[in-house]
C-alpha cells in the first residue's frame, strides 16, 4: 500500500513538475513553424515565477469565490491525476476511487469556479468571457458524456486501468469505433484546453478571447495557480488521451522504483509526438468565429455518435 501511495504521489510530482513545460514546448514549436523565433521552452516556469514574487491585488467587488477559485482550479487536475495511468500501467492506491466520468466532473469543476469568478469581480470581460466559456462547455459535455458510454460499453468499464488494455491488440485498436473515439477526444482537447481553431490562447485581445479573458482580474499567486492549473489540465487530457483511449505503450509494468522512472520518459516522447500533432493542426487552421465553434464541437458529438453506433454494431 506504501508503494502504492508513493507512486501516486511520483505520478502527481509528474503533472505538476512537467505541465509547463510541456505548454513550453508546445508554444515554442508553433513559433518555429511560423518562422518566427519564440520563448524559450522554459518560459512559462519563468512567468509562474514573476506571479509568485508580485503582490496580489483583489477587487473590492470580489467575494470568497474569487479567491478560493484558483487553488480548485489548481488542485481539480491534481486529484485527476490520482485516478488516471500517467507512469504505470497497473492501478494505484486511489485508482477506483472514481471513473473517467467522475474525472471528467471534476475537471469541470474546475471550470465552473473560473467562471463564477470571473462574474463575480463585476468587470465588463469576465462575463463575455465566462458566457463564452459556458457556450463552449454546453456543447462539449455531451460528446464527454458519448465518448465515455462508447468506452465503457466496448472496454466494459470506465475506470481508466481496466480500459487501457482492451486497446493493445491491434485489431482493437484499429477498429472504427476507437478510431473515431480518438478523432472526438482530440477535438474535445482542443475546445477543453482553448486551442485553436476554438481559441487562441495567445492572443490578447479582449473582445476576442473566450478562455484567457477569465483571468484578467487575477494577479499574484493567483494568476500563478490559475495558469499553472491551465498547463496541468491540458496534460492531464493528453494523459487521459495518450495512455487510456489510444495505448498503454511506454507505462511501467514492473513494480519496482526503476521501471516508473524509466517510464517517465517514455511517456514525454509519447506526449511529443502528440505536441507535434497539435502544432500542425494550429498552424494549419486559422481561429474559427464564435458563431462556428458550435458547428466544430457538433462535429465533434456527431463522430462520438458514429463511435458509438459502430461499437454497438460490432456487438
Not at 484578467?216 to 483511449?245: D, T
Amino acid at each position: 500500500m506504501a508503494r502504492s501511495i508513493g507512486f501516486n504521489l511520483l505520478q502527481v510530482l509528474f503533472v505538476i513538475a512537467l505541465a509547463p513545460l510541456v505548454s513550453g514546448v508546445l508554444a515554442r514549436l508553433k513559433e518555429v513553424v511560423q518562422s518566427r523565433r519564440g520563448p524559450s521552452i522554459f518560459q512559462p516556469y519563468r512567468d509562474l515565477r514573476k506571479f509568485f514574487n508580485k503582490d496580489e491585488v483583489v477587487s473590492e467587488h470580489a467575494s470568497w469565490i474569487f479567491r478560493v477559485t484558483p487553488y480548485v482550479v489548481f488542485v481539480a487536475p491534481i486529484f485527476v491525476t490520482t485516478l488516471i495511468p500517467v507512469l504505470t500501467s497497473y492501478p494505484l492506491f486511489f485508482a477506483f476511487m472514481g471513473d473517467m466520468l467522475g474525472g471528467g466532473f471534476v475537471l469541470a469543476l474546475g471550470g465552473f469556479f473560473a467562471t463564477l469568478a470571473a462574474v463575480d469581480t463585476a468587470n465588463p470581460y469576465g462575463p463575455m468571457g465566462a458566457s463564452r466559456t459556458r457556450m463552449v462547455g454546453f456543447l462539449a459535455e455531451p460528446v464527454f458524456m458519448i465518448v465515455f458510454f462508447t468506452v465503457s460499453f466496448i472496454a466494459g468499464s470506465t475506470i481508466p486501468y481496466i480500459v487501457q488494455e482492451h486497446w493493445v491488440t491491434l485489431p482493437e485498436f484499429f477498429a472504427p469505433s476507437h478510431v473515431l473515439l480518438v478523432i472526438a477526444f482530440v477535438m474535445l482537447i482542443l475546445a477543453e484546453a482553448g486551442r485553436i481553431p476554438v481559441d487562441n490562447p495567445s492572443g490578447h485581445f479582449e473582445l476576442a478571447m473566450i478562455d484567457e479573458s477569465k483571468n484578467l482580474e487575477y494577479s499574484g499567486s493567483g494568476m500563478a495557480l490559475m495558469k499553472w492549473g491551465g498547463q496541468m489540465k491540458l496534460l492531464v487530457l493528453m494523459c487521459i488521451l495518450l495512455n487510456v483511449l489510444v495505448s498503454p505503450w511506454g507505462l511501467a509494468h514492473g513494480q519496482s522504483i526503476g521501471d516508473v522512472l524509466l517510464a517517465a520518459p517514455l511517456v514525454l516522447f509519447k506526449i511529443g509526438l502528440f505536441i507535434l500533432v497539435l502544432v500542425v493542426i494550429e498552424s494549419s487552421l486559422a481561429k474559427l468565429r464564435l458563431f462556428r465553434v458550435s458547428e466544430f464541437l457538433g462535429a465533434a458529438f456527431v463522430t462520438s455518435v458514429v463511435a458509438m453506433i459502430t461499437g454497438l454494431l460490432r456487438f
